[in-house]
């Protein structure tokens, strides 16, 4: 037996090796670096739908007293607002009746004076969306064009209800203006120019007679006061020569006019042409404080509707006593509670102004004068609407409005004595009414309530239109 060739079969043994490396190598690519496996496939995800606002709501002063807010939507949507002024809760509503993208809503209402609260809803595709805006106070930059139409003043084209003082000066204008006064006519100091240079566009001004001037916010005259009581008539009235086009005029009458106060040397008689020269009427009345009779304070609602007869049409307004002037027993004292009574009888009435005089109110009527404004202020385009079936038990003295489906409630109890009254207005039906100034709200039932009013009690409700609360 012979011994084996080891060296030989070492040799062999790595041929074998290298070959079988050769040929793996040869499989996986010919020796060159092999690709990478490939991705996996993935889809992505679709993009979220659009929000429902394509654009963010913005809001912005048209008129002295309107604004217009406006957005857009992905889809055709219908939109809702509740507003009213900041810090109250809200007072006006407005609904879109049509389904749109482009969206333009026109709030009357918001007062150049005022900040704004604007709670704005809509809702489409299936989809809703929420906003809440404020509008600031604004002034004028210019004249607004003023005229007359439908018992209301018109502004740009949209009512105002104006709140007015008579014969203020630069440091009274400016005080009073922080007290809601949007009107001031007939500055003694330095006439129109003053209050240009007073106001700077932040309130209305007319000047008195002659003195029409202009500038931001100036709307007209006043002619002189109390011309009855001058002896002036419709041909004697002077009337300014600048008056212009987009002017307005003013005229105050004293109390003969009315069925209740005696008449004047020459009668009654002259009232129709004398109303006949003017744009805007109004009148004071005072029954406390020209009088001294503090038991005829419902005169002030009755005058009030002569007034409106007599000017058939055009817009009224009256003066209510802010101070002690002639009678100062205390029986004849304006309170606060006189004034606001005063206020919402003249309201009731019909009127579709209110000022306060003398230019000088008593220090501690002035919460309440601020507190008038604002509440007049708050329901403003519903006191220029045509008054609504309403009634009363107990004597007391009520008034009703709507205004775009919301019922609007004015009630004075005008005795010195509390009053338990049921209120039935048409329409109200079984809605909650929010008490302004008082926190607090009243449920009918119906179409009535219950209240108890408290000696010279005067109170403004509002009931939201019934689609609000959908």
């Given amino acids: 037996m012979r011994r084996p060739r080891t060296p030989e079969l070492l040799v062999l043994a790595g041929l074998v090796l290298l070959l079988a490396v050769a040929v793996l190598a040869l499989f996986r690519g010919g020796g060159r670096e092999a690709a990478p496996p490939p991705a996996p496939t993935t889809t992505a995800p679709p993009p979220p739908p659009p929000g429902l606002l394509a654009t963010e709501p913005s809001v912005t002063p048209s008129t002295p007293s309107s604004a217009v807010l406006r957005f857009r939507t992905s889809v055709p949507a219908k939109a809702s607002v509740a507003y009213g002024i900041d810090g109250l809760p809200p007072t006006l509503w407005l609904g879109e009746g049509a389904a749109a993208t482009d969206h333009a809503l026109e709030l ?23 906003r809440t805006l404020l509008l600031a106070p604004h002034a004028l930059e210019s004249a607004p064009h003023a005229s007359v139409a439908n018992g209301a003043i018109v502004l740009d084209g949209r009512p105002f209800f104006p709140l007015m003082s008579w014969a203020q000066c630069a440091d009274q204008i400016t005080k009073t203006l922080g007290m809601g006064i949007n009107l001031f006519l007939a500055d003694p100091c330095g006439g129109v120019a003053e209050q240009v240079a007073t106001l700077q566009g932040r309130a209305l001004a007319a000047g008195l007679g002659d003195d029409t001037g202009s500038g931001a916010g100036v709307i007209g005259f006043a002619h002189p006061d109390e011309p009855d009581g001058l002896g002036l008539n419709a041909r004697t009235l002077p009337k300014p020569e600048a008056a212009g086009e987009g002017r307005i005029s003013f005229l105050t009458f004293t109390n003969h006019f009315f069925s209740g106060a005696a008449p004047l040397p020459q009668g009654r008689g002259i009232y129709p042409a004398l109303a006949a020269k003017a744009d805007v009427l109004g009148f004071d009345l005072y029954p406390l404080q020209e009088w001294c009779r503090p038991e005829r304070i419902t005169d002030v609602e009755a005058a009030q509707r002569e007034l409106v007869t007599l000017a058939r049409g055009k817009p009224t307004f009256q003066w209510i006593e802010a101070a002690t002037m002639k009678c100062h027993a205390a029986k004849d004292a304006v309170t606060p509670e006189v004034l606001r009574t005063e206020t919402l ?113 005067a109170r403004l409700y509002v009931a939201p239109p019934s689609w609000a609360n959908d």
Avoid: C, K, M
């Fill in 108 to 130: 009357d209402g918001t007062v150049l004076t005022r900040q704004y609260r604007i709670e704005l809803q809509v809702a489409g595709g299936g989809q809703r969306a929420s």
């Fill in 345 to 457: 009888l003249a309201l009731i009435g019909g009127a579709h102004g209110i000022g306060f005089f003398p230019p000088e109110w008593d220090g501690n009527l002035d919460g309440t004068v601020t507190q008038l404004t604002r509440a007049i202020d708050a329901v403003s385009p519903a006191l220029l609407q045509p008054a609504a079936r309403a009634s009363a038990t107990g004597g007391v003295h009520v008034g009703a409005r709507t205004y775009r489906g919301a019922v609007y409630v004015l009630a004075v109890n005008p005795t010195r004595t509390p009053v338990t009254t049921r209120i039935a207005v048409h329409g109200l039906d079984a809605r909650t009414l929010t008490v302004l100034d008082e926190s607090r709200t009243v449920r009918a039932s119906g179409g009535a309530f219950t209240e108890q009013l408290p000696p010279l009690g």
